[in-house]
């Protein structure tokens, strides 16, 4: 039983040996860098070597060189290091990403930078054991000699960073907006050229320019990145205007102006022409409102306050198509309608309120008068509002229409019938008793209410005669003509009596009336025999 307990602990002792010398190799392990690992061809890459090596398990990037690391660090934008790489490969070798694609059947390509190139650079790219291996190197090897002022070359990165550094210095420096940078104490330690030639513009002739330099503008540091326009007068004469951007870099900022002569010209001139419409249409009787695509009021002038009763204040705050309606409803200054929601809704949608985008309409305001409101949609998403208080033509019409009526009533008391033509050939008016003579009135059972349709209808209706044409003949005369009466025959026997004599104007009057007793038939015909 001793013994059997010893071999136990002896075993046991054993296993935990063997546990532990796993743990440690496995751990001695993780610390060995990847890329010291070996494939069949041999080391994927090696550090002493001035390269850039890249290896990826598809997009996935496994392992790579301090010198690839450092391409790797001047793409600052989003991604994975597959799509820096990418982006980066796109502007070195422009033909890298077409070859990529096909790598899967070549396995292999060699790539150089074009002759014009900052720098000449090799690409190589081949699949080693599944995995893709992307190497960059100087086109004159790694073993370069000095270089032609005595240096020897500089590894891949540090080029590569270099001619990156010249190239933003270049595009900086001769940029055509000014560009510069400042302490926190407002201090210009940095400036383009265009900041350089523009304080030669402006600073008195003979000035000597040190460091650090002057300011041409006042950028507050008060933490917007935008700050208003500012302007400079130039030496010669003349005013200049700038948009001013500065980037807060902490103890420093960068500053850039760009030039904003023509925005200002655009915004004078805009100004000017709208004082002029507001001059212009100052004197105007009819109310006119223009809001935005925003439905935003822009513009008014004086007639809109007398007719929508609105104060300035509220007219220049700016309101809405709606707000404004809402504005004058609150003051009892709208028509009501029905439905007001749906009566404003359709205004502020007067582009849709017709085919042809018009709305027109005319409002009978509480107080009594009457507006005509036209609203028309500009191309631009504008929208033009006019208000005419048309209350003095409507009254005018009534009236007008109100001495038709009474004319017609007075004429209807007679008892001949009569029938007033129009210079043009046209029934104006007719009294009941033509009506009953004739049985139809003003424009019913004629297509046309012309003196030649009813000359016909006469006919249809009485004895053949000439006296038909002769009233429609002096309905057509040219100039001033006597009066004349005649007399005829209807069909069912009765005489009737017609005279015909001008009006005032060109109008023309015919009566026409039936023989009713025998003192009349009796003059009637003697009127027949004389004629």
Known sequence: MNMDTGGLTVFVQMLAAAVAAVAVGMLLLSLVPGHLFASRDGPL?????????????????????????????????????????????????????????????QGRFTLATADDAPQALVLQAELRGGLLRITIADAAGPEAGPTPDGRRGAPVSVALL???VEGLRDVVLHAPWLCWRERAGGEVTWANAAYLLKLEDVLPEQTVIRWPLPRLFTAENDGARRTPRQSIERREGGREWYELTTVDLGAARLCFALPADGAVRAETMLHDFMQNLTRAFSHVP?????????RRLTMFNPALTDLTGLPVEVLSSRPTLIGMLD?????????????????????????????????????????????????????DGSLVLMIDDISTEMTRVQRYRAD????????????????????????????????????????????SAAVTDLVGFWQSRGAPSPIWQRIADFVARDGDSPAWEDVTRLTDGRLIFCEVKALSGGATLATFRLATDPGEMATFT???RRA
């Not at 009819?286 to 925003?294: T, W």
């Not at 042809?356 to 191309?379: A, I, L, S």
């Open 45 to 105: 890459f090696d550090d002493s070597r001035n390269e850039a090596v890249f290896i990826f398990d598809g997009e996935s990037l496994l392992d790579c060189s301090p010198e690839a690391r450092a391409i790797l660090a001047t793409r600052q934008g989003r991604g994975s290091p597959w799509q820096r790489l990418s982006e980066w490969l796109a502007l070195t070798f422009p033909t890298a990403e077409d070859r990529l694609r096909l790598l899967g059947q």
């Open 162 to 164: 270099t001619d990156e």
């Open 286 to 294: 009819v109310g006119l409102a223009i809001f935005d695509r925003q």
């Open 327 to 379: 504005a004058m409803r609150d003051r009892n200054l709208l028509p009501e309608p029905r439905d007001y929601r749906s009566w404003r809704r359709h205004l502020a949608g007067m582009e849709d309120a017709s085919a042809t985008g018009m709305y027109e309409d005319e409002w009978n305001m509480p107080g009594g008068q009457t507006y005509h409101v036209v609203g028309r949609p500009q191309p």
């Open 404 to 447: 038709l009526d009474l004319g017609q009533a007075v004429i209807d008391t007679v008892d001949d019938a009569i029938a007033v033509f129009a210079p043009s050939g046209q029934l104006a008016m007719s009294n009941a008793a033509y009506g009953r003579l004739w049985g139809h009135d003003h424009g019913e059972g004629l297509e």
């Open 526 to 528: 003697a009127l027949k």
